[in-house]
C-alpha cells in the first residue's frame, strides 16, 4: 500500500507571503495526485490535479508540481481565505486504490 | 451543476450495520470515465478513502476495511450505497460521497454527514 506523507504538519505563514507545502509517496505515482484544500466545516475542494492542473475556479497563485515520488503545492502569496488544512491525495493503477496524506495544517503566522 | 448529497443514520449502536447513500444529479454513473467514492473523516482527523464504483461496476475497497464494506449502484436513481458492518465507535465520522473524474481523482464532494457510534 502506497502512503503519503505531507510535511509539515503545520506551516505558519505571514499573509502575502509564499507558502510551500510537501508530499512524498512511498513508491512512484507517476502523476497522479492531487491537492484538496479543507476548511472547518466543509468539505474538500479539488484545488490541482494531475501533479500540476489547477482545478477550474482556481486562482492562479495555487500550483502543483513534482512527479514520480515528489510534489509540492506553493500558494504564491497567501490570502486569508487561504488558511486551511491542505491534503494530498494519490491514484496508483495497481493495486488501483486512493490514499490521503494526514495534511497540513496553514495558519496565520 | 453536479450536485452530491449523503444520507443515512446519524447514530449506529456497535456491531450494527451502517447504510449510507449518496444521491446525485448532474451527470452519470454511466458515463465512461466516471465512478462515485466514498471518504470519512473522524472528527479532527485526516481524511480516509474507503471504497469507489466506476461507471462499469468495477468496484475498489480500501485494503484495511475491504472486509467490512459494500458499494452498489442504482443507474436508475442516480444512487450509490455504501453498507459498512461490524460498526465500532472508532468508526464515528463525517462520511462524504464525491464524483471522481478522470480516474484519479475527486472534482465535487458532497457536505457529507456525520456518523456516531455508540451504545
Known amino acids: 500500500e502506497i502512503v503519503m506523507t505531507q510535511s509539515p504538519a503545520t506551516l505558519s505563514v505571514s499573509p502575502g507571503e509564499r507558502a510551500t507545502l510537501s508530499c512524498r509517496a512511498s513508491q512512484s505515482v507517476s502523476s497522479n495526485l492531487a491537492w484538496y484544500q479543507q476548511k472547518p466545516g466543509q468539505a474538500p475542494r479539488l484545488l490541482i490535479y494531475?501533479?500540476?492542473t489547477r482545478a477550474t475556479g482556481i486562482p492562479a497563485r495555487f500550483s502543483g508540481s513534482g512527479s514520480g515520488t515528489e510534489f509540492t503545492l506553493t500558494i504564491s502569496s497567501l490570502q486569508s481565505e487561504d488558511f486551511a488544512v491542505y491534503y494530498c491525495q494519490q491514484y496508483n493503477n495497481w493495486p488501483p486504490i486512493i490514499t490521503f496524506g494526514q495534511g497540513t495544517r496553514l495558519e496565520i503566522k | 451543476q453536479i450536485t452530491l448529497k449523503e444520507s443515512g443514520p446519524t447514530l449506529v449502536k456497535p456491531t450494527q450495520t451502517l447504510t449510507l447513500t449518496c444521491t446525485f444529479s448532474g451527470f452519470s454513473l454511466s458515463t465512461s470515465g466516471v465512478g462515485v467514492g466514498w471518504i470519512r473523516q473522524p472528527p479532527g482527523k485526516a481524511l480516509e478513502w474507503l471504497a469507489l464504483?466506476?461507471?462499469?461496476?468495477?468496484?475498489r475497497y480500501s485494503p484495511s476495511l475491504k472486509s467490512r464494506l459494500t458499494i452498489t449502484k442504482d443507474t436508475s436513481k442516480n444512487q450509490v450505497v455504501l453498507t459498512m458492518t461490524n460498526m465500532d465507535p472508532v468508526d464515528t465520522a463525517t462520511y462524504y460521497c464525491?464524483?471522481?473524474?478522470?480516474?484519479?481523482?475527486?472534482?465535487?464532494w458532497g457536505r457529507g454527514t456525520l456518523v456516531t457510534v455508540s451504545s
Open positions: 464504483i466506476y461507471w462499469d461496476d468495477d468496484k
Open positions: 494531475g501533479a500540476s
Open positions: 464525491a464524483h471522481l473524474t478522470m480516474i484519479t481523482h475527486f472534482d465535487l
